[in-house]
């Protein structure tokens, strides 16, 4: 908001920082309402686990524990989650994980 403490004109501005008119005048009068020119808060569900939560979420699955193992302990913990928000949760988190495979080995007799 600098520009507009310079006292520079509306259209002065837009044209500085190649905008529309109408959203200089949007953003500036964001900023003297909430003094940011963040975005306000939209309506929607809350969160059903917390940060902390969610770390530990994140953790029981770097421990190699399904999604559904993981909510029975989170329920057994107090905290009602669902399966599919164990997933959304890890998903968040950018962490993926496959189960291991398992390798038959060759006996001597197979390798020869």
Do not use: W
């Not at 909430?34 to 770097?62: E, F, L, M």
Request: charged share 40%; with cysteine; proline share 4%.
């Amino acid at each position: 908001m600098f520009l507009s403490e310079q006292k520079k004109k509306v259209a002065t501005i837009a044209q500085e920082v190649n905008c529309q008119r109408q959203t200089v005048t949007e953003v500036y009068n964001r900023y003297k309402e909430t003094g940011t020119v963040d975005d306000r808060p939209r309506p929607g569900r809350k969160r059903k686990t917390t940060s902390t939560q969610d770390k530990k979420i994140i953790k029981k699955a770097r421990q190699r524990k399904s999604a559904p193992k993981i909510a029975q302990e989170m329920t057994n913990e107090g905290v009602l989650i669902e399966e599919h928000t164990v997933r959304r949760r890890v998903k968040e988190e950018k962490f993926f994980f496959l189960p291991r495979k398992k390798i038959q080995r060759l006996s001597k007799a197979e390798k020869s």
